[in-house]
């Protein structure tokens, strides 16, 4: 499966597209296969994201986990500072990132 | 210190105005990214792998203790409480939102500060000694010529363009504590035999993709001469720098090609023509800035003895405290490396307390080392032990200095995107290992430094161990080279072989230095070692 992804052009944070809008939650992305580069000319000419790009994903435990680290350490943040991760009290979330 | 003019401050000013509008209009839709990603990058602003990130330029890494205070308040209001101390002597916020950059960079200006030169095809912050008007060893304080410098390439309209980023540092002592040599430019102020202070210029530096080591172009230039050389460098470069290839478009590779001293004959042509062009400034400008760097008022007759009855604290005088110009008196380290910890951050309140000591304790001044750590430079001996206490208590205490726990660790792939692999977990480890294992003491000096990608912020190159972060069909791998070194002996580290995983270079760390321990002789160290007896019996423990 394929992510939408970006910054939001205010605040900087990693955004995902969820079929509808931009979440912050990578959980919550939605499959764009074929779609990517009309949602991301559309929604980038709104404002409503920054500099998007479509990357390689699959389900793992019925949510959408991007297949590079890269894209994993965005969509989580840090692995070295887990209080500032969008999962701050899951001890075990750093599995999901390695 | 330096203390800005009306020019300086109205020049500052300017550009948080401009930049103020800049940002509002790619808020309101008017910019497009591509319009306004190179705006933001002249002041020092990347969009990277969590959100914006800020680069703030802290000249040739001198504050003082009212701008470390503007630091900790802007990591508080607008980022999430702390900042990045970088390898070029600046600091990074990670978590800047777009919309409230500009009032940063007003409150930057409001302390003589900004992000100006931080990124993009200019000449950067100009780096220098963190020692520098303590060390015992120089032949001037290098500060003034780096201002100079610094005065000269901001906003040089020639330079804004370049083919590729542009590095210098100044150094003023035989001792290299910048990494002078592996710089675009650089420069060490000399003393000739007549007691005359000249520059001389190592031109074509640097590490990255391809590293080298710059070569000497000419070993003394007069002071009244220094910015139109420097110029005459620059000019050679802008002309014939290769803009078609952005791999081999820094200078290093230009010297390369057309060899050190066919670009020395250009540059030595291009300087006789600029001689008569008025491009120095008048020495009186020299002197006007030497005036805000003379020496503060070192108390004479302050005790020489320091109390060692606490061996905690004899440790880490001992290892974090080095000589002065200055009888009664040390720079004194303040490690940014704790076991375990993230090498170079620091929390908005260690930032405070940093200032505080250095109000109390060091003339109001602090540097920041390219090793990710902070300088008190003017220390009395006797004020080192309530120093250390106050240091110990907020976790800043760590007696490391120049060890294998004292590691520099670029942001890799935790917060940089262009990174390959993460730098700091390895350095996390690494020192969690070597705290537990105790073999910290027994090693001594051994200099270890890590980058997340080919990029080598982490001076990878230049570590007598150093660490490459690859990216192995999407799995982290880590190279390992032996042999480098920033300092006056440099050199270039060698990988030894194939690469290892996240487990596996820490053990293979592990294993280099049981090498050095089995082979070491009196008073060598890490590096000393490895020069004697190559490469072979490394690879053989490592290899099999
Ligand atoms: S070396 Fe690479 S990973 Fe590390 S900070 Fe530089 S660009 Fe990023």
Redesign the pocket.
Known sequence: MRLLTGNDLKTGAVTWWTGSDWSIHVEDAADVTGGEDEIARREEAARRVNSPYAVDAEMHEGSPRPSHIKERVRALGPTVRPDLTLKPADPDIGNWVI | MYKYDSYDQAMVDARVEEFRDQARRRLEGKLTEDQFKPLRLMNGLYLQLHAYMLRVAIPYGTLDSRQMHALADIAEKYDRGYGHFTTRQNIQYNWIRLEEAADILADLAKVEMHAIQTSGNCIRNISSDHFAGAAADEVADPRPYAELLRQWSSFHPEFSYLPRKFKIAVIASDTDRAAMRLHDIGIQIVQNEAGELGAAFYVGGGMGRTPMIAPCINSFVPLDQLVTYSEACLRVYNRYGRRDNKYKARIKILVHELGAEEYTRQVEEEFAHLLDQGVEPPLAELERIKAYFEDPLFEAGTPETIDRSDPDFALWVDRNTVPHKEAGYVAAVISLKPVGGIPGDATAEQMRLMADLAKDYSFDELRVMHTQNVVLPHVRKADLHALWTALDEAGLGSPNLDTIEDIIA????DY?S???AR?IPIAQKISERFAETGKTATLGQLKLKI????????HHHAGHIGIL?VDRKGVENYQLLLGGSEAEDVSLAKITGPGFDENGIVDAVETVTSVYERERQDGERFLDTYRRIGMNPFKEALYG
């Open positions: 670029c942001p890799g792939l940089c262009l990174a390959n730098s980058s997340g990608c080919i990029n080598a912020c982490g972060g």
